[in-house]
């Protein structure tokens, strides 16, 4: 350092001008800090106004902490600042007198270098400052874009957690709970033990009661390491964490642990701790779907959450760092990793005991605890009666759809059934456990199946994405049970055996399989008897072509059996027979009405084909629920109800959402006669037609069978006087038939009736629909089977077709006899008409059906229109013409020959005097009335071949004219005066 000599006065001089040298770098410093005091003070004004107008923003911290900082540093490197309040006048003049204080005179001089340096390093920790301070504006700019962009913040929503929604069965029982991806079960505060409590704020937020919603010290650690890499760590509060669950997203960056910070100053404002605890407590992710702690208690430990213990506890706090990392169940079970969930079990108790929440005692114990955790997840477990479960859950989505207008989308039905899986709703289903489980073990256990035709199809195997293997044995089966009186499903059973894995095939209500002759009651016999066809109606069973039948032969293959020709309804639905099913649909009902019968029955349009075989041999697809609706809507008086899974759904607050009585679909389909008497045909096909096998002693049974082509599948739907059930047994895969020679009768009607024998064990006969056919309007009648009218001596002589006794609508019977049948004498001599001279031994009643042009059978060439019956003749004459066309035997007596020329002497005397009696005048009352009786009685004896009866008659009416015609002649004569 250089000193320069100076003179006395010159080092006062100096000393004056180093003193007042000072003096101006002190005011340049006091400007200065005036400055930065201001800039601080609009920085202190900017926060004030963000902590007022964004309440208590999260930045708050961050500059909190670092204005205490910036101060000091400031306090350093300037000795004379001091900070004071904004507006206090006397500031600098303190700040001056302070300088004063400070500085006496220097005794040596002040080094140059020295200076430079101090100077230079004061002016670049000011720049830094200066800096720092701008810096610091634009993250307040950027804090407040980000506030201002916050989400509103709903507490309702971050207070009310998802619920897991339950099903109870028909008597109220609780059967099952549902949920989505996320299984939940909400519990009060009051009701999470004060230990578990302890294990989650122990490790998630130590000072979750002391702080407002944002622990600054954790949050500023967090901040730093957001500003080091952009990839936030910790640092949030249990407030903080509800806010991202349910709000923000698990999204980590600075933007949103601002937002975050913000809201959780702003939910504490208004709720309560306990309330925020609560609701972060039910929502917490757990791992494995358990999201909450009673859900995660009951699917790891299978406890209640007052029988958890403290490693318990502290284990399901451990889980929410990293659900995935920590899971009991995969590291014990499948990793072979406990020890990971134990290290972190450990430091959960470790905090907790540090917390002062536990005893060194408890802590030793639970350090040394062994948990027992559940192998196989609740959830993955299948729920009891999953058939009927998951189809009551399909049921009540759609039903919600229509009810809210809305349509039957793909995302429409995931939609609601998330709201029904996590809302807390409890659907009271229709379900009868007691029926549910007999048809099902009923199913599993039936050992009469029939084997395909290809053994090797008997078991199907497929591989799921996630490798469960799922064996399908073949050929399967389904069933339905209808209570038919109120319309509710007791019993859905989509598979041979219990599925395996969750919304799997149900085909009970996905499958859309052929039902074959199970559908002729459906949609020809019922139409038909609407239409005003009876029992006794006449079809024909026989091969030929048929109207509108469009296959290559012109007519159904199959279905005939050794009672050709013509044949009641009745026989034709007992039998089972193919060829009067073609003719009831192409010549009596039509296609066209056929099939809007289905549809009222509740069949799906697209899955019907209007043709022959669609209808009348039941290749079109139904699934055995539609089936079920449609054979109960007969059993029901021709009503149908929509068949519902479910009676009410509420929410979780009691309110009724949806009302089976409000939303079920009810309508007339048939007749109620027609429905009586379809239950009565129905019944016949049990007693003594293809359905024998589905018998039940001491109950009344109705069904019918159904064998679809080329033996895919068979089928028997039946009713009783409680239910109505269908049931189907075929290959998954159509193209796999069943054996040969399988069929409805001897395959699903001994299945049918094993399962509805059990369920019906102590109950009682009674009618199916008991109701006096008479008050229906139905009257009875005994009709010829071949010509359907009333039956005549002659119909009752027919061996081959006998007259039936039938019922008829009042207004449809019919009222004229038959004139297709005629018994006469023919005497075996020369097989010819008998008279009365030809001797018993010789002559023989014989029977003649004639058949006209205008009779369907006349088509038929005599062959095989013989075969059908074997006394038809086909002829265009009259029954008198054909009478008379007959041949009179020759070979007895002589009186043989004159009664051809009696019937024609009195055919032409009864000509004679009939054209006599239009000219003639004045004739006597008492002669007139005599000579028509005689006639009367003459024409009666006509009609037969005996001699002596006819003879007499002619003999007096011949006298009688006589005796007119004398009596005439004398008034005449009398008149004329002689």
Not at 137 to 150: D, F, N
Not at 622 to 647: D, H, K, R, W
Not at 845 to 856: F, G, I, S
């Amino acid at each position: 350092m250089f000193f320069s000599r100076v003179s006395p006065g010159q080092t006062l001089v100096s000393i004056k001008a180093a003193q007042k040298r000072k003096y101006n770098r002190m005011q340049n410093r006091a400007d200065n800090s005036r400055k930065t005091a201001s800039i601080y003070a609009k920085t202190l004004e900017s926060m004030n106004f963000l902590r007022q107008s964004c309440k208590r923003l999260a930045g708050y911290a961050i500059i909190a902490s670092t204005s205490d900082k910036v101060k000091q540093s400031m306090a350093n490197s300037n000795p004379f600042f001091r900070l004071e309040p904004k507006g206090d006048s006397s500031r600098t003049e303190a700040i001056h007198e302070e300088s004063q204080a400070l500085f006496t005179a220097r005794k040596k001089p002040h080094s140059l270098l020295l200076g430079v340096v101090f100077t230079s390093l004061k002016l670049t920790v000011l720049a830094f400052i200066v800096v720092g301070f701008i810096a610091m504006g634009l993250v307040l700019g950027v804090v407040k874009a980000y506030v201002e962009t916050t989400p509103t913040l709903d507490v309702a929503q971050l207070t009310i957690s998802d619920y897991t929604s339950y099903l109870y069965d028909m008597n109220g029982n609780l059967m099952s709970s549902i949920a989505d991806v996320e299984y939940r079960d909400w519990v009060d505060i009051e009701s999470i033990p004060d230990m578990l409590k302890n294990a989650f704020i122990a490790v998630e937020d130590v000072r979750f009661y002391k702080h407002s919603g944002v622990d600054f010290k954790r949050l500023f650690s967090a901040t730093l390491e957001i500003l080091g890499n952009s990839n936030s760590s910790g640092g949030s509060t249990i407030t903080q964490q509800l806010i991202k669950n349910k709000v923000l997203g698990s999204q980590r960056n600075y933007k949103r642990k601002i937002q975050e910070a913000y809201l959780a100053l702003e939910l504490e404002r208004i709720i309560d701790k306990d309330t925020i605890l609560e609701a972060y407590l039910n929502d917490v992710d757990l791992g494995d779907r358990n999201y909450g702690v009673k859900a995660g208690a009951k699917d790891f430990f299978g406890k209640e959450l007052s029988e958890l213990t403290v490693r318990e506890c502290a284990m399901l706090a451990g889980l929410t760092q990293a659900p995935f990392r920590y899971n009991p169940r995969k590291n014990m079970y499948q990793r072979d990793k406990m020890e990971v969930t134990d290290e972190r079990t450990n430091q959960v108790l470790s905090r907790m005991y540090q917390a002062g929440f536990i005893t060194k005692d408890q802590y030793d114990n639970a350090l040394t605890e062994q948990v027992k955790i559940v192998e196989i997840s609740e959830q993955k477990q299948m729920y009891e009666m999953a058939y009927f479960v998951e189809y009551a859950i399909s049921d009540v989505v759609t039903h919600l759809l229509e009810k809210r207008g809305l349509s039957n989308t793909t995302a429409n039905r995931s939609a609601v059934e998330n709201e029904l899986r996590t809302s807390g709703y409890h659907i009271y289903t229709t379900v009868d456990p007691i029926v549910q489980k007999t048809v099902q073990d009923t199913l599993s256990s039936w050992d009469k199946y029939p084997s395909l035709a290809d053994t090797s199809k008997s078991l199907r195997v497929e591989v799921k994405e996630d490798g469960t293997v799922i064996e399908t044995v073949e050929p399967q089966s389904a069933a339905v049970v209808m209570d038919y009186h109120t319309g509710e499903l007791r019993a859905i059973i989509g598979g041979r055996n219990e599925p395996m894995v969750r919304k799997g095939i149900n085909r009970a209500s996905q499958s859309y399989t052929e039902v074959g002759s199970s559908i002729k009651p459906l949609a020809l016999y019922g139409p038909a008897l609407d239409l005003g066809y009876s029992p006794a109606s006449i079809t024909y069973n026989m091969e030929g072509a048929i109207a509108g039948w469009n296959t290559e032969k012109g007519y159904p293959s199959g279905g005939l059996d050794s009672r050709y020709g013509p044949v009641t309804f009745r026989r034709a639905l007992v039998s089972s027979l193919n060829v009067p099913a073609a003719h009831v649909l192409m010549d009596d009902v039509t296609p066209a009405i056929s099939a809007q019968y289905l549809y009222a029955l509740g069949a799906t349009e697209n899955k019907i084909n209007v043709d022959g075989a669609g209808l009348a041999l039941g290749t079109s697809g139904f699934t055995p629920i539609q089936m079920a609706a449609a054979y109960a809507t007969i059993a029901n008086g021709g009503v149908y109800q929509e068949p519902l899974s479910f009676t009410k759904v509420l929410d979780a607050d009691g309110n009724v959402i949806l009302d089976a009585d409000e939303v079920r679909d009810t309508h007339r389909v048939f007749q109620k006669s027609t429905a009586w008497l379809l239950v009565d045909m129905l019944t016949d096909a049990v007693k003594t037609g293809t359905g024998t096998k589905a018998k039940i002693n001491d109950i009344t049974v109705a069904g019918k069978t159904g064998t679809n082509s080329d033996y895919a599948s068979v089928y028997f739907a039946g009713m009783t006087p409680y239910y109505v059930s269908t049931l189907w047994v075929g290959h998954d895969y159509p193209v796999n038939k069943l054996k040969k020679g399988s069929s409805g009768g001897n395959e699903a009607a001994p299945l049918w009736q094993a399962y509805m024998a059990k369920i019906h064990e102590g109950l009682s006969d009674k009618p199916i629909i008991d109701a006096d056919p008479t008050s229906l309007g139905l009257v009875k009648r005994t009709v010829c089977s071949v010509s359907g009218l009333l039956a005549t001596d002659a119909c009752k002589n027919d061996e081959n077709h006998k007259p039936v006794t039938e019922w008829f609508l009042a207004e449809k019977a019919p009222t004229t006899y038959c004139d297709m049948h005629v018994t006469l004498s023919i005497c075996s001599a020369e097989n010819a008409l008998a008279t009365e001279f030809c001797p018993e031994n010789s002559v023989s009643q014989v029977n003649y059906v004639l058949v006209r042009p205008d009779h369907p059978l006349y088509q038929f060439d005599d062959e095989y229109l013989l075969k059908a019956l074997p006394t038809a003749i086909r002829t265009e004459l009259t029954t008198d013409e054909f009478i008379d066309s007959i041949k009179i035997c020759t070979v007895h007596a002589d009186g043989s020959l004159s009664i051809f020329a009696l019937k024609t002497q009195s055919q032409d005397l009864i000509q004679q005097i009939s054209d006599y009696l239009k000219t003639a005048s004045n004739v006597p009352p008492e002669m007139s009335d005599q000579i028509k009786d005689g006639i009367a009685n003459l024409q009666v004896a006509l009609s037969g071949y005996q001699y002596s009866e006819i003879e007499p008659l002619y003999v007096k009416l011949s006298n009688d004219f006589i005796a007119l015609q004398n009596y005439m002649a004398q008034q005449t004569q009398n008149n004329n005066g002689g």
